[in-house]
């Protein structure tokens, strides 16, 4: 079995039973994740894609929030995509989001979903999930049009909380594969100096969660 396939198989076990009350437990503790679908600002007649879209409670908000705008919606984990389709079936946006299985690493837009670019690409608490996160962050940057943004919400160092709470909670994330990303600062000056783009670094809740936005230039 690929590396890919092994982590697929992983998540489908994970979160086979998880999924159907995922959204009503990571309410309390995925937090940031509101501010940063409303910072998207996506472009009437745009296309945003989710890399990690879960159980697509994300991609219903921001179909919700961005009426004039395609949204495309990308995960490794079947058993997730099954909660997601039905979620945005139920909300009524099916019309204009589309959704595939694929690794967040290394996937093929123009293959998945018709689409060779999008004006915005989003990750929401997915980085910390995925081996290799590093290369989502490459994969992200590659498929963004010119002008396009990449915006990116997840688990901080916890720097400045105290350090019991940092070891309960990073003991507890471990128990569903999920590990905070220190070098995430780091990556994300790498791979925007690679692509030109800026990048909009902040952390969040003392350093609970980071929120970065990465601008390509137009």
């Known amino acids: ?5 092994s982590h697929a198989a992983l998540m489908d076990g994970v979160y086979r039973r998880q999924r159907h009350i995922y959204d009503a437990t ?13 910072g998207l600002r996506a472009p009437d007649g745009g296309t945003v894609l989710e890399l990690g879209c879960g ?20 995960d490794i984990s079947t058993a997730m995509l099954e909660t997601a389709a039905r979620a945005v079936a139920q909300d009524g946006a099916g019309p204009r989001v589309k959704l595939a299985q694929g690794d967040a690493t290394a996937f093929n837009a123009q293959a998945l979903f018709g689409e060779a670019g999008f004006d915005r690409v989003f990750v929401s608490y997915s980085l910390s999930m995925i081996p290799g996160w590093e290369k989502t962050i490459a ?33 507890w994330l471990a128990k569903f594969h999920v590990t905070p990303r220190d070098a995430m600062a780091e990556v994300l000056e790498s791979e925007s100096r690679k692509a030109h783009a ?13 929120h970065a936005v990465v601008t390509r230039p137009a």
């Open 26 to 38: 990571r309410k309390y503790y995925l937090l940031g994740r509101d501010s940063m679908i409303a």
């Open 139 to 171: 994969a992200a940057l590659a498929v963004l049009k010119p002008g396009g943004s990449l915006h990116i919400v997840d688990f901080g160092r916890q720097e400045r909380l105290p350090a019991w709470f940092k070891r309960l909670l990073r003991a």
């Open 198 to 210: 800026s990048l909009s670094f902040r952390s969040l809740f003392r350093g609970y969660a980071v």
């Open 1 to 5: 079995m690929t590396a890919a396939g």
């Open 55 to 74: 159980t697509g409670r994300n991609l219903v908000l921001a179909a919700r929030r961005y009426p004039k705008a395609r949204f495309f919606g990308l």
